[in-house]
């Protein structure tokens, strides 16, 4: 009866915020365990409603109460890609229903540590007929960036809050089909090579649906940011983990490859705009310890304060997420003597975790901005660069407009061509490597 009514007292808060905020009210008052007040020179914004609070008020249940979602009893017998259970569902844009038909998978995959776990992707195809081959597939991998299963496409895609749901109508105009895997997990794994095995699970599941007509489509992965990380990881694993699944191709943009120099700049004070990068080293402490507990122990590492604000973490998709940790480097809430740079356990997570353990097999169409204030170049060029020594068949430029968003969008019209044009048989053309860096080494974002 207690859990109950905190938990109603909760979603009674979070709604007032939202109507107080709305009728130019003030913001409701913040939970007592969480730091009242941060120094003068950090965001100052008090703790907000989660995403989760305000989904739980909507008729759609949230993954963690749908049952649809729970493990089978023989997880451990059934083979990667299998498929648990399905389901079709109504897509919808900001609530409104969307003309698409959406089937949903929830499948077996395997996790960080190599045991079995389940998790959902949805299947998008749209009612233009396509003839003379297989409908082609688009494994569309959103940027989740959060810490709470609510925020998975498999819930945002049927309550309308998918951010990127945009960008997935120049190929569903065509005709594609697009796969929308959860490619955290029901426990949103952040930046980890687990995210590469769920998203090739996914199209093995894909394939295994024959009612779905996709058992032989041409498959190309896409993902910016966040889904960059899901995508280039899948191709870096089809070989050995998925051989049965062929990729024409992979397009990424924004993506970090090297974990432990995104660590180092985002855990400590940038200027400018390159502060709002201090939130994806909040969110990757509290999305990496549930996955890796023993070495991202905020008990052990963090001030009380840290702790507070890790925990407030634990539940919120990207924006809220960010509004949380922007402006607030970490480096100031370590304990004394303590930092992610003198952690060993730390590092050897992110070492294992950063891109460039196995090089893809198949084509790599990749971009990034030439100032990024939340994965600057320095973190990227040297992946790049390990690619194409070893043979990769990569096509890699810079983009001249800088930031990290900007590019999301600039970057999205030249990945939606190349990938229809691999779709349909077309060459990838040549290898290309346009690693314009005109800015200082020292220079934040760069």
Aim: charged content about 15%; overall charge negative.
């Amino acid at each position: 009866m207690i859990r109950t009514s905190r938990r109603c007292a909760t979603r009674t808060a979070a709604l007032l915020t939202v109507i107080g905020v709305a009728a130019g009210g003030g913001v409701a008052a913040a939970d007592p365990e969480f730091p009242p007040t941060f120094p003068p020179s950090q965001n100052q914004l008090p703790q907000l409603p989660s995403e989760p609070e305000l989904y739980d008020v909507l008729p759609i249940p949230v993954p963690d109460k749908d049952p649809w979602y729970a493990d089978p009893p023989n997880m451990a017998e059934l083979a990667p890609g299998h498929i648990v259970r399905t389901r079709d569902v109504q897509t919808r844009i900001l609530g409104v229903p969307f003309p698409v038909h959406t089937r949903q998978l929830l499948f077996r995959s395997t996790d960080v540590h190599g045991n079995p776990i389940v998790t959902a992707t949805s299947v998008i195809v749209p009612g233009i007929p396509w003839t003379g081959s297989p409908r082609p597939v688009v494994s569309f991998q959103e940027a989740i960036d959060s810490t709470d299963s609510s925020c998975n496409p498999s819930h945002t895609l049927q309550v309308g809050t998918m951010k990127e749901m945009p960008l997935l109508a120049g190929w569903l105009a065509q005709g594609f089909a697009i796969n929308v895997p959860d490619f955290g997990g029901k426990f949103n794994t952040f930046n980890t090579y687990d995210e590469g095995k769920m998203v090739l699970d996914s199209l093995r599941a894909v394939k295994n649906d024959t009612t779905l007509g996709l058992s032989d489509s041409a498959i190309a992965l896409y993902g910016y940011s966040g889904g960059g990380s899901g995508s280039i990881r899948a191709a870096e694993l089809r070989q050995s983990y998925a051989p049965d699944v062929h990729l024409n191709g992979t397009a990424i943009g924004g993506t970090p490859g090297d974990l432990v120099a995104l660590a180092e700049f985002a855990t400590t004070a940038q200027p400018g705009l390159t502060g709002t990068a201090n939130f994806t080293m909040w969110l990757g402490f509290a999305a990496l310890s549930h996955h890796y507990p023993d070495a991202f122990a905020a008990s052990e590492l963090l001030t009380v304060e840290g702790q507070q604000i890790v925990a407030d973490l634990q539940s919120r998709c990207v924006y809220t997420a960010a509004l949380t940790g922007v402006y607030r480097p970490i480096d100031e809430y370590f304990q004394p003597g303590k930092s992610l740079a003198a952690t060993p356990a730390v590092l050897d997570v992110l070492r294992a975790n950063s891109l460039g353990q196995h090089i893809p097999d198949s084509p790599v169409f990749w971009w990034h901005s030439v100032w990024d204030e939340l994965v600057p170049q320095s973190t990227v060029l040297p992946t790049v660069q390990k690619y194409w020594d070893n043979g990769a068949d990569l096509r890699f430029y810079t983009s001249p407009i800088p930031e990290h968003i900007t590019n999301a969008v600039v970057g999205h019209p030249p990945a939606l061509v190349w990938i229809s044009e691999i779709l349909r048989g077309l060459p990838p053309g040549p290898r290309v490597k346009e690693d314009f860096a005109p800015l200082p080494a020292d220079f934040p974002g760069a």
